[in-house]
């Protein structure tokens, strides 16, 4: 079987944090935890003079690649609950093939 893995074009990300809160209540994870952790840089202007503000979801080592859920045909709960449909699932070859288009990403895999 393919590895499976997470792509997530973060250049698409506006900061909603559902992905963050999704991951949490599909795995019942205490306040703190969490399987993917919203970051952020900015806004800040840098030395060029242009504004920068931007978010990162990482995934952590918590991140099973909701197992249970794609085991039964189902998105993983981040994947599902991202509004503005920036993160995608499936095979890590085909995934990395996105990044030649979508550069400004992040590629998870276990
Ligand atoms: S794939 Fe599942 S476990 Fe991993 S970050 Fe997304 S919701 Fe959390
Ligand atoms: S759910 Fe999507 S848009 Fe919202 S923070 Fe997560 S990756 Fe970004």
New binding site residues.
């Given amino acids: 079987m393919s590895k499976k893995g997470?792509f997530i074009n973060y250049e698409m990300c506006f900061g909603c944090h559902s992905?963050e809160m999704?991951?949490?209540q599909?795995?019942k994870l205490p306040a703190g935890e969490?399987?993917?952790k919203l970051t952020q840089y900015g806004p800040h202007k840098n030395v060029k003079g242009d504004w920068e503000y931007t978010f990162v979801?990482v995934?952590?080592q918590?991140?099973?690649?909701?197992g249970s859920?794609t085991a039964t045909g189902k998105l993983?709960?981040?994947?599902h609950h991202c509004e503005s449909e920036c993160?995608e699932?499936g095979d890590i070859a085909e995934l990395a093939k996105l990044l030649e288009e979508q550069p400004k990403s992040v590629l998870?895999s276990l």
């Fill in positions: 997470l992905c999704a991951c949490s599909e795995h969490f399987g993917i979801p995934p952590t918590l991140c099973d690649l909701c859920r993983p709960a981040c994947v993160m699932y998870f």
